[in-house]
């Protein structure tokens, strides 16, 4: 692990879903409730295991807004759990991204950071819009906000981060998230310090080890106002 400096990290940047936002719960409970409509139960796990298969591939085909994004792969979903549900219908889940909530630790740990001189940001797979629905859940002004509608891919491809580069300029610059793959990998591979946000305890991939391991943002927090000095002694 690096040692953290009172210079080291003039601005600190989150992936927001996943990270700051409980965004399984989220997905899980719109495929609930729209299921339920129709007399289907859908457990959370499977709903969970086949978005996770599924978003990237799509994400992957081509750009298309983070909308169409979430109701192809809603679609695809439900058929592969059987739930026979109209395409048209499957705007249940973008609809229902601005109702997504914080983690507990999020906005505590936001405060914490701002309190401490640090500037924040987002790079997060969605629209402009979505992402602003969202920000009204933080108890923080956010700096910067790069969004795949922005720069027209998704995460892991480079585009967020080599755009946050330019406008965040000489500053020090940490990039926090829990995803390995979307984030921590090609971070990495772009010079990028990483915390991890191991919300979940997984192991990291090939090319995956950050700078910093932490279960969740507050401890983040923690982390980074530990290096700041305290008011000097008399």
Not at 25 to 37: L, R, S
Not at 140 to 148: E, Q, R, S
């Amino acid at each position: 692990m690096i040692p953290v400096t009172r210079a080291d990290y003039q601005v600190i940047t989150f992936d927001c879903y996943g990270t700051l936002v409980d965004w399984e719960g989220g997905i899980a409970g719109a495929f609930a409730d729209a299921a339920a409509e129709d007399g289907v139960t859908l457990d959370r796990e499977p709903v969970l295991r086949a978005y996770a298969e599924v978003e990237p591939q799509v994400e992957h085909e081509r750009y298309r807004p983070y909308r169409e994004v979430l109701q192809e792969t809603a679609s695809r979903v439900a058929q592969m759990l059987g739930w026979r549900v109209p395409y048209e219908r499957c705007t249940f889940l973008p609809l229902s991204l601005p109702r997504w909530t914080p983690f507990p630790d999020t906005n505590p740990a936001l405060e914490a950071l701002v309190a401490a001189g640090c500037r924040l940001g987002i790079l997060s797979n969605v629209d402009d819009d979505l992402i602003a629905a969202t920000g009204k859940h933080f108890s923080v002004p956010i700096d910067l906000v790069v969004t795949a509608q922005q720069v027209r891919s998704y995460k892991p491809a480079p585009a967020h981060f080599t755009t946050a580069r330019q406008r965040i300029g000489d500053a020090r610059w940490l990039h926090a998230a829990q995803s390995n793959s979307h984030d921590i990998v090609p971070c990495n591979a772009l010079g990028i310090p990483t915390a991890w946000i191991n919300r979940k305890n997984e192991r990291p991939l090939p090319g995956g080890t950050p700078a910093y391991e932490l279960r969740d943002v507050a401890e983040l927090a923690a982390l980074i106002r530990s290096a700041r000095p305290g008011p000097p002694s008399r």
